[in-house]
């Protein structure tokens, strides 16, 4: 399997630490032998080799602060070229993600699925925006087209619904699907305010210097749109579906909620309403006695209900280096795995 690995930053080195560390498992659980044979990206530089690349040693040139450009491998070309010339089997696509337009991600994935690789990202962006058009291209290519680090990072939500839920009708899910948020309201449990809560998650790491697609609920509704399109198998747009964040709750209106035996958690939901799908994200107040409501910190969980199991919860990592840079090693031995 020759991957091409489209972002170096936290989640691209994140698998290439696996990559290393998971080699024995890969070819003797799944018959699988991966070769990295390109990397891209716009800050630490480029580098493509047909023999492949020592992973190793490009961890320790971008952690050291060099560029990978700076080897005598380097790839002089952008991302999109590097896609469109290299002799490659699968894309991991894992550059920023961009709500609005998808981009640069789709153009990458575009490009992928056109050469007939198969392409796994956790790029919210072109998912949210163009998941019909890209599955469709995969289905005409013969490709797979996979994205569990989408929704829930490492937590395998979508491959849960997609093979062990096989069968089962779902009419709703519904969950806390943005972990810098759910930081926030569990630390303002202890009356601490809003504002000073943030900056402690900016501190922490958990949210950026700006975070309104956080405390906004844009993250969150990227996912739901996501889940509905790919769970439901509408076509829904971020547009499409109200949303509304946290910003308004106050450490008083948490702590009423507590006296009356519930608790605020910012919830994405997804749910079918007659033969329509609806989806919003907006804060409820939780029945304590709900398992979403025992989610602390920046953790993430969805309830899934269906007619043959009823509800179903799974709780989980939704972001992290490793965490996310999982997701991709799922979807690889997924689409190159022979056992």
Excluded at 71 to 99: C, F, H, P, Q
Excluded at 133 to 162: H, Y
Excluded at 199 to 226: F, R
Aim: charged residues 25%; proline residues 3%.
């Amino acid at each position: 399997m020759r991957l091409l690995l489209i972002g170096f930053g936290t989640v691209g080195q994140g698998l290439a630490e696996l990559l290393l560390a998971k080699e024995k498992v890969l070819r003797d659980r799944y018959g699988l032998k991966v070769k990295v044979v390109g990397i891209a990206d716009m800050l630490k530089g480029s580098v493509y080799s047909t023999d492949g690349i020592d992973l190793a040693k490009a961890l320790a040139l971008v952690k050291s602060g060099d560029k990978l450009s700076t080897r005598s491998d380097k790839y002089d070309g952008d991302a999109l070229s590097m896609i469109e010339n290299a002799a490659a089997d699968m894309m991991v696509e894992m550059t920023y993600t961009d709500i609005k337009t998808g981009q640069p991600a789709t153009d990458h994935i575009r490009a992928a699925l056109k050469k007939g690789m198969h392409v796994t990202t956790t790029n919210k962006g072109p998912l949210a925006l163009f998941y019909r058009e890209l599955k469709q291209l995969a289905d005409e290519k013969g490709v797979r087209f996979l994205f569990e680090g989408t929704v829930m990072s490492g937590t395998p939500l979508l491959n849960l619904i997609r093979e062990t839920l096989a069968g089962s009708t779902i009419t709703e899910v519904k969950g806390i699907l943005n972990g810098t948020t759910n930081y926030i309201l569990t630390q303002m449990e202890e009356g601490l305010p809003y504002d000073d809560v943030l900056k402690k998650a900016q501190e922490l790491g958990y949210a950026e210097a700006v975070p309104d697609a956080d405390v906004l609920g844009w993250d969150a509704l990227a996912k739901v749109t996501i889940l509905a399109n790919v769970v439901f198998d509408v076509n829904l747009k971020p547009d499409d579906s109200p949303c509304l964040g946290i910003t308004e709750i106050t450490a008083d209106a948490i702590a009423d909620a507590r006296s009356r035996g519930k608790r605020f958690k910012l919830i994405g939901k997804v749910w079918r309403d007659g033969d329509t799908v609806k989806g919003s994200v907006a804060p409820e107040e939780i029945d304590l006695n709900h398992p979403l409501a025992g989610v602390p910190g920046a953790t993430n969980a969805l309830t899934i209900t269906t007619d043959t199991l009823g509800d179903i919860t799974i709780v989980g990592p939704g972001a992290g280096r490793t965490e996310t840079g999982y997701s991709t090693l799922i979807d690889i031995i997924q689409a190159g795995g022979t056992r």
